[in-house]
């Protein structure tokens, strides 16, 4: 089967709190989402790369990108990630194969490198379900209560904090996501159809740029990286 990658890269970034939707961002003169695209075409396996942009955005067409054939830009992302992704794949599932391995990787993870992307490909291709990048949680875990005070301690054994890339079939994936649309990540939509997506252990590089301090360490993350 066939390996492909899809960029939801339809957010406004809120928590960034910048006008410009975080995956345009500068970083190292370049925006957010084209480090991105660069490490995701950086993996030969891949033959296509999906990106996902809400259907007004601006911004796209002011920058100049990597004349891959391999990009698709889609314009029909919704007003949650799940639902741009689910978006997406209808669209990609009337060019592609059911079969086909989605590997869907949110633009504001910047710092992912190909080579960890490469190691999921070959340690997932021939898993019944397929899965995720993820890293087991370092501190110990609080839940609060309403008056701000700890109502109970989570132990952190064997819990983990979930990345992307998330690597799924795009048939039962496309599913998934249409029967369950109020996930917060693909492996969510599997783990409710009753399937135990797999963890392929990551590191602490392949973070989500969310706040504005994060831009700085993406930036030496990126530099340190191509040292
Ligand atoms: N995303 C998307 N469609 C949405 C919301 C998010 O495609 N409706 C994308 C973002 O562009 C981002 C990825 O999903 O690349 C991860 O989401 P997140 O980090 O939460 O980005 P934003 O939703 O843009 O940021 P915030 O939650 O701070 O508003
Ligand atoms: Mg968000």
């Keep these: 089967p066939s390996f492909h990658a899809l960029i939801p890269a339809a957010g406004s970034g809120s928590r960034m709190g910048s006008e410009l939707p975080k995956?345009?961002?500068?970083?190292?003169?370049?925006?957010?989402?084209?480090?991105?695209?660069?490490?995701?075409?950086?993996?030969?396996?891949?033959?296509?790369?999906?990106?996902?942009?809400a259907p007004d955005d601006a911004h796209w067409t002011n920058y100049q990108w990597p004349s891959d054939p391999r990009i698709t830009v889609l314009r029909c992302g919704g007003a949650t990630r799940a639902e741009s992704v689910a978006?997406?794949?209808?669209?990609?599932?009337?060019?592609?194969?059911?079969?086909?391995?989605?590997?869907?990787?949110?633009?504001?993870?910047?710092?992912?490198?190909?080579?960890?992307?490469?190691?999921?490909?070959?340690?997932?291709?021939?898993?019944?379900?397929?899965?995720?990048?993820?890293?087991?949680?370092?501190?110990?875990?609080?839940?609060?209560?309403?008056?701000?005070?700890v109502a109970q301690t989570i132990p952190r054994a064997g819990l983990w904090q979930a990345q992307t890339p998330q690597m799924f079939r795009l048939g039962m994936l496309r599913e998934a996501l249409a029967a369950h649309p109020d996930v917060t990540d693909e492996a969510g939509a599997i783990e409710a159809c009753g399937l135990s997506p797999r963890l392929i252990a990551s590191d602490a590089t392949n973070f989500k740029v969310t706040f504005p301090d994060d831009l700085a360490m993406a930036a030496r993350l990126l530099l340190s990286s191509a040292a």
């Design 87 to 149: 978006n997406a794949l209808q669209d990609v599932a009337k060019q592609t194969d059911p079969a086909a391995w989605m590997l869907v990787h949110d633009a504001a993870r910047a710092c992912v490198s190909p080579q960890l992307v490469a190691r999921m490909i070959e340690e997932l291709s021939d898993d019944p379900v397929g899965g995720l990048l993820a890293v087991p949680v370092a501190d110990t875990l609080k839940r609060a209560g309403d008056d701000g005070r």
């Design 23 to 53: 995956q345009y961002i500068d970083l190292l003169g370049r925006p957010v989402i084209r480090h991105t695209l660069d490490a995701l075409l950086a993996v030969g396996a891949l033959s296509r790369v999906w990106v996902v942009l």
